[in-house]
């Protein structure tokens, strides 16, 4: 039969689960009478866990937000899957820059797991492997991001401090639409109030972020993450480019997603089936150009390039360079 200190124990871990319990339930899955319940709950109390009371006909018992953190109790498979969370979180990139906060969190997990929970997770961990490289270390700072966050949620503008990529700073006043995490990096899209324009900023160039008076209208149309895919497209860059491709959107985007290129979407005409191919226009804002010669290879969609004409030479040179090699019957020296 467990011990008194086991049945609170597991007490806690039904209250953790969310909801309120009634005592009739809670004596039952502990194989104990009501009275034996509520000096448990006292037990939790005097540990300074905040269980309180609900009164009324479906009453019981809650855990209620309390000023730290109580004994957590997880199962196995919670355990691990918190474990994984982080791993994958640290190798992606979305942390804050509170990078010792993950560690120490995932150290304190490992040292309470059960020892054949310790292999699983050890075993797991050999076996696994990432096609892509580590996330890389530009983090933003947890009070920033917690602080745009409420922001966001309660519709109030907020001031920033901003550090562009060419190191110059500013002070803004945002209204923040929502926080996007994409390709290892976090960004916050918005209206910025002092030029009226929508932008995308991100969060580690933050240095400072206050709530400001006021709130504002959300606004209709893309959700937050198309606005941030729709700002990388359209970003300044230097070369300008211009195609028209003849294929379908889902060919297309295969090889030119919406964070590369804004595509000229249509309505088809009716009866017409949307994955028909036809000409397409695709807009493209780049750095590097040569880059984009394999990407359109690799489409094997007829395409014609409206600008720049440096991109046609560059393709043009790939053309050659394939041909002479599938000519060539003995490997180059």
Do not use: C
């Not at 209250?15 to 000096?39: I, N, P, W, Y």
């Not at 006292?42 to 009371?53: F, G, K, R």
């Not at 917690?146 to 920033?160: E, G």
């Amino acid at each position: 039969m467990p011990r008194p200190t086991g049945r609170v124990l597991t007490l806690l871990e039904l209250l953790q689960s969310g909801g309120t319990r009634t005592v009739a339930e809670l004596a039952d899955r502990l194989g104990v009478e009501g009275r034996t319940v509520r000096r448990y709950v006292d037990q939790l109390i005097d540990l300074d866990v905040p269980v309180e009371s609900v009164r009324g006909r479906y009453g019981g018992y809650r855990l209620a937000p309390g000023y730290r953190l109580p004994p957590l109790m997880l199962s196995d498979d919670e355990a691990l899957a918190v474990l994984l969370g982080l791993v994958a979180g640290r190798r992606a990139g979305l942390t804050t820059t509170q990078h010792t906060a993950s560690e120490t969190a995932s150290a304190k997990i490992r040292r309470v797991l059960p020892k054949h929970v310790a292999r699983r997770l050890d075993t797991l961990l050999e076996a696994l492997a990432f096609t892509d490289q580590p996330g890389e270390s530009a983090t933003p700072d947890a009070g920033v991001l917690l602080t745009i966050a409420d922001a966001v949620r309660h519709r109030r503008p907020v001031s920033i401090r901003y550090t562009d990529r060419d190191g110059r700073r500013s002070e803004r006043t945002l209204h923040a639409y929502g926080i996007v995490a994409h390709a290892g990096r976090w960004y916050v899209t918005g209206k910025d109030a002092q030029i009226g324009e929508d932008r995308t900023f991100r969060l580690d160039r933050i240095a400072d972020a206050r709530t400001l008076p006021g709130s504002f209208e959300a606004p209709v149309g893309p959700d937050p993450a198309q606005r941030v895919l729709s700002a990388f497209a359209t970003a300044e860059y230097r070369h300008e480019v211009t195609l028209r491709i003849h294929g379908t959107v889902g060919q297309i985007r295969a090889r030119l997603p919406a964070s590369v290129a804004s595509l000229e979407e249509y309505a088809p005409v009716a009866g017409e089936d949307r994955a028909t191919e036809r000409w397409l226009r695709v807009e493209l804002r780049v750095e590097r150009l040569d880059w984009l010669p394999p990407v359109l290879a690799s489409l094997d969609r007829p395409f014609v390039i409206e600008r720049p004409d440096e991109l046609r030479n560059l393709v043009i040179g790939l053309a050659q360079r394939l041909a002479s090699y599938a000519r060539s019957e003995e490997p180059m020296s």
